[in-house]
């Protein structure tokens, strides 16, 4: 369980100061960069790539995302949050030679909600390690749905990694890592 504020009271009852991590994406703004200008806009999603991304089915699909969670969980060491899937709009599996190679659930506010919860927030994203094409083509999707509806801010809980880093700069999405330690 995790609990906001009160951090001396709470650590009473083993309770331990945890930094908070997201990364903030901004789609369809202009990004400086030194003296250089760029504007994101829509991110190349070929169709090959947009074929192999569909909606999650919890039922049939749940063996496949328990696999690939327990690949995943290896690598970080079972830290990241576990959500039972379910099926919803921003609820996508990116599947390849008919295997789940990774998927993502993300829900959309009207508005953003606080710092880390934007208009659209990714709430849970994994995929095989080895197959960052998946990243790629889910944060490609979602970023391009965000900007068809003129949403130009994404937040999501994903891991700080030089791997996940190499993936977003490849396809060219501009973000920012986010840390904050304990809460308000």
Known sequence: SRLGGKTRF??????LPFPRRYMEFRVGQSIGGGVSQAT??????????RRRIRPLDPKTDRPALDALHATVSRRYAAALVRLAPSAGPLTLVYEENGAIAGWFTATEFDRDITEFEAAITIYALEYDPAKPCALQSLMAY????AFEKGITRLTGRLPFDPLVRAALHEIGLPFKEIEMQGGI
């Open 10 to 15: 709470y650590s009473r009852f083993g309770y």
């Open 40 to 49: 994101a806009g829509a991110l190349a999603l070929s169709d090959a790539q």
């Open 142 to 145: 979602v970023c391009n749905y």
